[in-house]
């Protein structure tokens, strides 16, 4: 917000910023911008399964964008760190988010709609063969679709969920293990961007310091779990002056947990309305949510206590393929192409050894980093995930 308050006399502001400021935010008194060319993206590499985040040139509109927020109220200039014939050869555009995002929703959408051919369906902007193939194996490994490439039962449910795909099947497999209370939780963390904030290097130490104290559970088994963890402590401290200072102390984004409480209430009335379709009889007032710790008529118990085990498998319905084995150098290797993967510095498992780990989030920039992890039986891939994992051979 400082970027909004206005200098005094004789003073002058200097912005830094990513091209958010290209179009989502006007900021009045701009004289001169100073535009490096590049810009950082993240895009989604259906080859290898993950994201990468790029450093890449950006378009001629985009230059045109960062131009434009200079002499809005008066005249400005516009510096460009590069040369006239590199301008020359950007892109006139840039290219449609659908060319560099996963597609494994839209694709399940289609499929629920009654699309059978995706490959030959008409898109305005078509994201190609290979990604259209990736989004099909993946909605096949979380069990939407069946052999003959038809939306199933689970597919149907999944694609009501207001969730990417991976997060749907967690959900219904979680309530089917009867964590779904917790669990709701944890997805409704994962929903909201930079819920837990980046410290710098002068205070990383403290604060992971602070959250392996505060979070026993997340010590031992990672990092679903202590975001389960910080969220009830979030919410004990409701009402009080300490909710922004106890935010800080554990780098945790006081405006994102507020909006994880209003994401969790809509997740459970998506799965209220899910379990009703599904009961014999429709008519009977039916939930699996309630203010109470139980529902008098089905005897239901929402006050769920908390399983790790069965927390943690109900998440690997989801993201079975973001696994890896752990080695004795406390090296990993993905179960599914065998690559080297690295566990984030901001992970609570950071430094430890594990059998083997799951992952919500591959991303490489130097190398490969595991994000959001958490420790895994090996042996449960098979019980999770037979379809996928009978030719693994989780006991090497």
């Known amino acids: 917000m400082k970027v909004f308050q206005p200098v005094k006399k004789n003073q002058r502001k200097v912005i830094l910023s990513t091209n958010i400021a290209e179009t989502s935010v006007t900021v009045s008194g701009i004289k001169y911008v100073v535009d490096s060319g590049l810009r950082k993206v993240k895009v989604w590499r259906h080859q290898l399964g993950l994201s990468t985040l790029l ?30 014939q590199d301008y020359q050869k950007l892109m006139d555009t840039t290219e449609p988010e659908i060319l560099r995002s ?14 059978d051919n995706i ?52 959900l219904i497999q979680a309530y089917e293990y009867g964590v779904i209370s917790p669990v709701v939780d944890i997805v409704s963390c994962l929903s909201v961007d930079n819920l837990l904030l980046t410290p710098s290097s002068e205070q990383r130490d403290q604060i992971n310091s602070n959250r392996r104290d505060t979070c026993a559970l997340g010590s031992k088994h990672g990092d679903l779990l202590m975001m389960k963890e910080l969220f009830d402590l979030f919410n004990s401290f409701a009402g009080t002056q300490e909710q922004k200072k106890w935010c800080r102390d ?103 050894k594990k059998d083997g780990i799951m992952y919500i989030e591959y ?29 693994i051979n989780v006991t090497e």
């Not at 450093?55 to 006239?84: D, H, N």
């Not at 490489?364 to 994000?371: E, H, I, P, S, V």
């Open 250 to 352: 554990l780098g945790v984004s006081y405006k994102g947990m507020k909006n994880v409480g209003r994401i969790r209430r809509q997740l459970r009335e998506y799965m209220n309305n899910l379990v009703k379709r599904d009961t014999e009889n429709p008519e009977k007032n039916f939930t699996i949510f309630e203010d109470e710790d139980e529902d008098e008529e089905s005897g239901v118990k929402y006050n769920q206590p908390v399983d790790p085990e069965k927390i943690i498998k109900s998440f690997l319905k989801g993201f079975i393929t973001n696994t890896a084995i752990g080695f004795p150098d406390r090296s990993y290797r993905t179960v599914t192409n065998g690559e080297l993967v690295s566990i984030h510095p901001s992970s609570l498992l950071f430094g430890t």
């Open 55 to 84: 450093i890449t040139p950006i378009s001629k509109a985009s230059a045109t964008q960062r131009a434009g927020r200079a002499g809005r109220e008066s005249k400005g200039k516009c510096f460009r760190l590069f040369k006239e």
């Open 119 to 170: 490959l030959d369906w008409y898109w305005l902007e078509n994201p190609g063969v290979d990604s259209l193939k990736a989004a099909l194996q993946q909605l096949f490994a979380l069990g939407a679709l069946d052999n003959a490439g038809k939306v199933n039962s689970l597919g149907d449910k999944m694609a009501i969920l207001p969730v990417a795909p991976h997060l749907a099947a967690v």
């Open 363 to 391: 991303v490489y920039t130097t190398k490969g980093y595991a994000r959001n992890v958490t420790a895994i039986d090996m042996a449960w891939l098979q019980e999770v995930a037979p379809h996928l994992t009978a030719k």
């Open 102 to 115: 996963e597609i494994v929703s839209p694709v399940l959408m289609l499929k629920k709609m009654g699309v």
